[in-house]
Each structure stands twice: as C-alpha cells, then as structure tokens.
C-alpha cells in the first residue's frame, strides 16, 4: 500500500506540469517567453489580456517552475527556467499537431497562403543563408532578435519593414520568420514585401522550434 500511495505522488508532481500546461494563455505567454525575457506589462500587451490576469497566469507557470524572475527598479521580469520549457511547448505542440485533425487542418490554411516556403530542410535553409543565396529577416520586435535569432538573420521588425526596404539586396530571395508556427507576423512581412516586387516567402519555424531541433541560435 505504501508503494502505491508513493508511486501515486510522482505522477502528482508530474501532473502539476500537465496543469498548468492546461491553460492556452499560458501556453502562449511560454510560447511569447520562448523569444526571450519580457515584464509582465509587455507579455500582457503581447497576450491581449489584462495585468491581472497575465499575472495569476505567470504565478500559476511560477509555482510549477517553468519560469523564473528577476526585478529591476519597479519592473518584474519573466523568463523561461531553461531551454528545456521551450522544447516542452514544441513537444507538445507537435504531439497535438499530430493527433487533432483541427489543428492540422488550421495549419494548413495557414500554410497554403501565399508565400509559404516550399518544404525544405532547415540545413538546406542555413547553407542557402550562410552562403547569400538568400536573406533572411526576422521580423520580430528588435529585443527578441537581441535575445536569440537563426543565423545569418537580419532584425527588421515589421513595423518598421517598410521604412527599411532599402536595407534589402536588389534581385535576392527574401524569407522572413517569427515567431513559429502561430505567429503571422511573417505573413504580413511576405505580402508586403511582395507587393513591393520582392521575390519573398516565410518559414513556419521560429527560435524554438529551430533550437528544439538541434540548430544553432545566435545571439
């Protein structure tokens, strides 16, 4: 009996992780802290949801260990407790791409957008970038580039994509990237740019998904 009664509280420190990963707020505001450490204002702002709740929903992923603090000033800063947390949101994301009809098909209409990258290995993808046959552009805010980024990418932020085409090289293949595959931040980048002349596509991958499969981030 008292085996059963310790194997039974394993799996409950276990479960305290499927818990909180319960939630799908606070599987975006890991999802948001997968780029980097933010305040509590700024993952609000990104979440669209209020200071309150972003702050119970942060305590609850606090309590489990998933992320960690610091403060500054007045200011609470979030971060990621370890690599290991981003790879458990691309885990379980894939698990569930794989399993839920919905969700794949979701991707899909996402993926048959205009300007969707043509399947393609990321190797392939890095040695295009590494030797110039490409460019590629993250179009996330400049402090998550400064936090990690693919390499050879360039930080031009979508909002300010337009003010900046010039930064581009004339008659070179643009791919733009974000924040994975939930983020449409490459979209607007590609239809912009394609609206400008540019020859332009985006790859679904973001820093997560790309350090869970074991490719270099730079920073």
Not at 5 to 29: D, N
Not at 201 to 213: M, P
Request: with cysteine.
């Amino acid at each position: 009996m008292k085996a059963n009664i310790a194997k039974s509280c394993l799996y409950e420190h276990v479960a305290r992780i499927g818990k909180v990963l319960s939630s799908p707020k606070r599987l975006e505001l890991i999802d948001l802290l997968a780029q980097g450490e933010k305040t509590v204002e700024l993952l609000a702002e990104q979440a669209g949801i209020d200071m309150r709740l972003t702050s119970a929903h942060l305590r609850a992923l606090r309590e489990a260990r998933l992320v960690e603090t610091r403060r500054e000033g007045k200011f609470i800063h979030y971060r990621l407790s370890g690599a290991d947390v981003g790879r458990l949101w691309v885990n379980v994301r894939e698990v569930a791409e794989e399993h839920l009809v919905e969700l794949r098909v979701a991707l899909e209409q996402m993926a048959a957008a205009p300007g969707a990258l043509s399947a393609e290995s990321r190797e392939s993808l890095l040695a295009k970038a590494r030797s110039g046959d490409i460019v590629v552009i993250d179009v996330r805010p400049e402090a998550e580039f400064a936090a990690g980024h693919l390499p050879c990418a360039r930080s031009i932020p979508l909002a300010e994509l337009e003010q900046r085409l010039a930064e581009l090289p004339p008659g070179k293949a643009v791919v733009a990237y974000c924040r994975g595959p939930f983020c449409l931040m490459s979209d607007e980048a590609v239809a912009l740019l394609r609206q400008r002349g540019y020859q332009a596509s985006k790859i679904s991958d973001g820093v997560a998904e790309w350090s869970a499969g074991g490719l270099p981030i730079e920073n």
